[in-house]
Structures are given as structure tokens and as C-alpha cells.
């Protein structure tokens, strides 16, 4: 099945599975849609492994030790896909569906108080919640030749970002755009080791990690992630996605205090970080942390989180490890308590690898402009040195709101970045990219907008003669000028209509004296 008709299909998928929501918000009912896709996508695994099990004759097909050997959710039979289908009709189907998910977290420890049990709520039309059944049910017949369980691995994705720009604002915080992430991903490249998310929300970098590894002929065991989050709906998101990605969430924890004040990998030096925390975040706790141990290169203001987030990752990350993460555009500038004296030091130790500036209108929760940050330890190439890339017209509208970043832009991104750090066909191009040594840096005051490096593009020739163009453009102007004539005299006709005399008022001016030029009392 082509890219294409993939979209189409999980764009048609969502737009029938929204039709039933009713009355409810998207925010409520992602949980009810997302769930169903969950146990659809185990009942499909384990009915995987059900089948080869009981074509052996050795084997137990309902022997719970033989699914946890092959890393598989085991699902008792009251939980089973093919037992919610068959009671779908019933009015008594929401109590069936909670009963299921409470069995499966039974049976499977770690999802243990991690699935939803919204399905008995009085405000959730049971006809409709059957409808959904039969429409996720039928979904697999319009699969072609994918196998059932990857389709809904990524129908499980599509939704959570279609209910992120549902909920807008809200959205945001548990969810980043796909091409961001992918971005983030292809330029770090997590092949192996330990993978960090400090506000890991519903584990999109997670997720994009290990298809990194994957399309890239990798082990996913080759990797282990850690993650935080502090809101517990989003973490058990998080823990569904990663359930349906088989990866191993053991090390993604959830706590209300979050990554500042209660760190839940205080001795983690992760290879790799991957974050989107919030932007610009207040009172984030800087008053009780004054002499905290991360804060190494100074302590960051109560009253912007960003450098913050930049020195808690700092802090975790590895000796020869890389992080990216994603800030927003005053990041780059501001001077506010202190933070010019921060970002200063980070470029005077060296640890600013790349400043890429995004485009506009790609996040669902804010219209703030944003930038990627790049870290590194240990730069190979360019010592001393900062790539800036200006990325913010790139992309495309993907409806009248959002802005996109399609394949051939991250590619472009990407190859830039890694022909400049592995030493490869690099070289300067104004208006997109520029390798600013550190000398020129601190001639901008440490300021890192890439707009101040890389400079305006030169405009192309397009081959038109000088005196063509003057000649096109005078006439473009007489037009212009005729037709503003026909305009006002339009106006003071139709002012005549109702008895306004312009010429003659214009007149009465002219003779009345300079102190009423350019007025009129009507």
C-alpha cells in the first residue's frame, strides 16, 4: 500500500470514528477510541501467537509463560477482541470493556493502572460505543497485505495526533509533531545506548527512535528508554504507545512532581536526549532548588524554565552523548536574569553543536516561533564552532492553520547537518545555513539566531532586461493611477447623490485658510 493511500485510510478511520463521539470532547473520548485500539492491537498479537502455539502439539496455547517468553501481553479470554465484538450490541458492553482492560492489567504488570476504564460513564452512547466496535473491527479487511498488528500500531499514532490538533492548545502538551520529531531524530541518529525524554509526554521520540533503528537495519534491544512525565493520562498514553511499538517502558516513569523536583533517574547519563518541554514555563521551583547539583554552568531564572530544561539535560548526558531539544525562539536572545550569561557559557565551553530555526504554525499549542537546539560533548569536526541553520520558510500549509514539514525538508536539514559534522560536501549558503566560529559569535554578544549568521539570500536574476521590467512596471502604475481616478470620482459622485459637494467644500478650504487643509465639516 503506497504513503498515499495509507493517509487517506487512517484519515478516513479517524473522520468515521469522530462521527460517533457526539456530545463528548475530543479530550475525553481519545482515551475511548485509543483504548479500543489498544486491546484490538494486543487481542491481534496474541492471537498471533495463539495460533503457532496451538499447532504444536507440545505447546499450551493457554499457558501464560509461553507469551511472556516471546514479550507478548498475554490476554485473558473475557479480554479478547473476538468476546468485546460479539457483545458489542449489548447495553451492558461498556461494563464488558472496563471488566477486559482491569483482566489484561491483571495478567500484564506493567500496565498495571495504565489503561483506561471509561467505557461504564453514563454520558457515552453504548450504541455508538458498539459502532466503533464494528468500525475498528472492520478495519483490518481494508488493510491489503499489511499484517492487522502494524496496521494498528499505526493507526494508534495517526489518532493521537489528529486528537492533539482536535484539542489545540491542550493537545500540545502531550503530543509533537511527527516532522519535528522525525527531524530531531534523523539529525542525532539513537542507533544504540540510552535514550532520555525529561517531559516524554505520550513517547513520540520514543516511538520515532525505534523506527530509526528499525529502517536503518537495527536491534530496538540495542536501545533502552527513560522517560518522565507529570501528567498521569498523558503517561499511560505513553505507555499504551509504547506497549503497541513493543518497547520495553520499564524506565519511563510518572510522578506529579515532575522532572525538576523529584528527578526519576537522578544517576542516568543517557547517550542520547530527546525533549519538547513547555515553553517559556513559570515558577518551575528554581526557589527551592538554588544549589542543586545540575546547575553547573549557573543557576537558571523562576521565571522562564528554558534554561532550566537545557541544564537538567546537560546534566544527564552522557560524555560522548548528544541531545536536541526544542525551545522557544527568546531562547536564542534573551538576556533576561541572567540567561545571556548561561547561553555565553555553553558556547564558550563548547557545547552548542547546531541552532536550527523552525518555520512558523507547526505546533498545535502555540503560535510562539521555535528552534531545535543541538548539544554535544564531544564534537568531532568542528571544534569550537556552531552550525546555524535557518529553516523557518520551509514546510507547507497543511490545512489554513498548520504548517508542515514535508520528506524532501528534513532531508535537506538533515544532509546539511551531517555533511557539516562528519566533514563531508559542506559549504556556506546565504540565507540557509552558516559554521560560525566561536570568535564571531561573541561578536553578536552570543546571540544564536540563525537569521543574524546566515544573512538574507541573494536575489536570483531572472534574466529579464533592466528597462523591460521599468517598462512593465510603468504601466502597472498608469493602470493603477487610472483607476484610482475612476474610484474617486466614483466616491464624489455618490456623495453628490445625498448632497455633499466635494469640489465646492474643497473651494470653501482654499479660501477659508491653511487651519482647516485636509478637513471638512459636513
Known amino acids: 500500500m503506497s504513503e498515499t493511500k495509507k493517509s487517506t485510510f487512517e484519515q478516513q478511520l479517524f473522520k468515521a470514528a469522530d462521527k460517533l463521539r457526539k456530545n463528548i470532547d475530543a479530550a475525553e473520548y481519545k482515551y475511548v477510541v485509543l483504548g479500543l485500539v489498544f486491546i484490538k492491537y494486543i487481542s491481534e498479537t496474541f492471537n498471533e501467537l495463539y495460533e503457532k502455539l496451538e499447532a504444536d502439539e507440545y505447546s499450551d496455547p493457554e499457558d501464560r509463560d509461553e507469551y511472556l517468553a516471546e514479550n507478548v501481553f498475554f490476554v485473558p479470554a473475557t479480554a479478547r477482541w473476538s468476546h468485546i465484538h460479539n457483545n458489542a450490541k449489548l447495553p451492558s458492553i461498556g461494563e464488558t470493556i472496563d471488566e477486559a482492560m482491569e483482566a489484561i492489567e491483571k495478567e500484564n504488570k506493567e500496565l498495571k493502572n495504565v489503561l483506561p476504564k471509561v467505557y461504564g460513564k453514563a454520558n457515552l452512547d453504548k450504541a455508538s460505543l458498539g459502532q466503533l466496535i464494528d468500525l475498528i473491527s472492520n478495519t483490518e479487511l481494508q488493510a491489503e497485505n499489511e499484517k492487522s498488528k502494524d496496521l494498528f500500531g499505526r493507526v494508534y499514532e495517526y489518532f493521537l495526533g489528529e486528537f492533539a490538533n482536535a484539542e489545540g492548545k491542550k493537545g500540545g502538551q502531550f503530543y509533537t509533531p511527527k516532522a519535528i520529531v522525525k527531524l530531531m531524530v534523523e539529525m542525532i541518529e539513537p542507533y544504540k545506548g540510552r535514550v532520555y525524554d525529561p517531559a516524554c509526554g505520550s513517547g513520540g521520540m520514543f516511538v520515532m527512535s525505534e523506527k530509526f533503528v528499525t529502517e536503518h537495519q537495527g536491534n530496538i534491544s540495542d536501545i533502552t528508554v527513560y522517560g518522565q512525565e507529570s501528567n498521569q493520562t498523558t503517561w499511560k498514553l505513553s505507555k499504551m504507545n509504547l506497549a503497541i511499538r513493543n518497547i520495553n517502558s520499564q524506565f519511563v516513569s510518572w510522578n506529579t512532581e515532575g522532572s525538576f523536583l523529584k528527578d526519576a533517574h537522578p544517576d542516568l547519563k543517557a547517550d542520547f536526549i530527546l525533549a519538547n518541554p513547555p515553553f517559556n514555563q513559570k515558577d518551575w521551583g528554581i526557589d527551592i532548588l538554588q544549589d542543586d547539583a545540575r546547575w553547573k554552568l549557573g543557576v537558571p531564572p523562576n521565571g522562564n524554565a528554558n534554561y532550566g530544561w537545557m541544564m537538567h539535560m546537560l546534566y544527564h548526558l552522557a560524555p560522548k552523548g548528544v541531545m536536541a531539544t526544542v525551545l522557544a525562539n527568546g531562547s536564542l536572545s534573551s538576556n533576561t536574569s541572567g540567561e545571556g550569561d548561561l547561553r555565553q557559557r555553553m558556547v564558550e565551553e563548547d557545547l552548542v553543536e547546531c541552532i536550527v530555526a523552525l518555520p512558523k504554525q507547526l505546533f498545535y499549542n502555540t503560535g510562539i516561533p521555535a528552534c531545535i537546539w543541538y548539544l554535544r560533548r564531544e564534537k568531532a569536526n568542528h571544534s569550537k564552532e556552531v552550525l546555524f541553520i535557518d529553516a523557518s520558510e520551509m514546510g507547507y ?69 533592466f528597462e523591460d521590467k521599468m517598462a512593465d512596471l510603468s504601466a502597472i502604475l498608469k493602470n493603477q493611477m487610472e483607476k484610482e481616478a475612476e474610484l474617486n470620482q466614483e466616491i464624489k459622485d455618490q456623495l453628490s447623490n445625498i448632497g455633499i459637494d466635494l469640489d465646492k467644500k474643497e473651494l470653501d478650504q482654499e479660501q477659508g485658510g491653511s487651519g482647516h487643509v485636509g478637513t471638512f465639516n459636513f
Open 397 to 465: 500549509m497543511k490545512d489554513r492553520v498548520h504548517r508542515d514539514l514535508a520528506d524532501e525538508d528534513i532531508d535537506t536539514i538533515t544532509q546539511t547537518y551531517h555533511n557539516w559534522r562528519k566533514g563531508g560536501d559542506y559549504e556556506d549558503i546565504k540565507g540557509y545555513c552558516k559554521s560560525a566560529t566561536i570568535e564571531e559569535i561573541q561578536k553578536h554578544k552570543h546571540v544564536l539566531t540563525p537569521g543574524r549568521y546566515v544573512g538574507i539570500p541573494d536575489e536570483e536574476d531572472d534574466g529579464i532586461p
